[in-house]
């Protein structure tokens, strides 16, 4: 009788680690091309980006179908791997998804650029629900209102060599980033962009 008893709990045990191991495996999102990419975030800015609802730290891992926010003074650019990068302004919040051969950017709010490598197809919906897309056969550059100048740039030189850039309202987003320090100069600057700005009179 006891033997039996040990037995039917062996069974179970076995049971449910197999069933808990199902779980893990369905906690990892999916890539549609069946090999995922891992991404990884970098913040600029005094703030903490959030992943998923966790704030988290400049460096850490981003998954396919993650939802980045980021806050007023903040900034963040995440590699996807291969398949680009996304350059975040500050006070935004998306979703993103990628894999070897595509990636697409939800914009919630706020503003953001999408840079696609070449042989990767790209699409960003911004927050007015319009799309933009990217055919893939070049390095491209497609982005929100506020990186209009940088996708134009890119645009002109035919989907190559300035695919790789991101510019905020037309200056590189390097110098942006140390011209206004990273601090409250960047909810000043986008309060006053975003805002409803009315056209100076003429003399």
């Known amino acids: 009788m006891r033997s039996s008893y040990k037995i039917a709990s062996q069974l179970l045990a076995v049971v449910l680690t197999f069933a808990l191991m199902q779980v893990c495996v369905l906690a990892i999102p999916a890539s549609p091309s069946g090999t995922p990419l891992f991404g990884r975030l970098s913040s600029n800015g005094t703030q903490k980006v959030m992943v998923n609802g966790n704030e988290v730290l400049s460096g850490t891992t981003v998954l396919s179908g993650s939802q980045i926010q980021t806050p007023s003074t903040t900034g963040a650019t995440i590699t996807l791997a291969s398949a680009g990068k996304l350059d975040i302004a500050p006070k935004t919040n998306l979703m993103v998804t990628f894999d070897k051969t595509g990636a697409s950017v939800q914009v919630l709010s706020g503003d953001a650029l999408l840079t696609t490598s070449q042989g990767v197809k790209g699409s960003l919906t911004g927050p007015d629900g319009k799309a933009k897309a990217t055919d893939g056969l070049n390095v491209s550059s497609i982005g929100t209102a506020m990186y209009q100048d940088g996708s134009k740039d890119q645009d002109k030189n035919g989907g190559q060599g300035g695919g790789n850039s991101c510019f ?6 390097a110098l942006f980033w140390v011209m206004v320090g990273g601090g409250s100069a960047v909810a000043a600057y986008f309060a006053a962009t975003r ?4 056209s100076p009179s003429a003399p």
């Not at 905020?168 to 987003?173: F, H, Q, R, T, V």
């Open 195 to 198: 805002g409803n700005n009315s």
């Open 168 to 173: 905020i309202a037309g200056i590189p987003c």
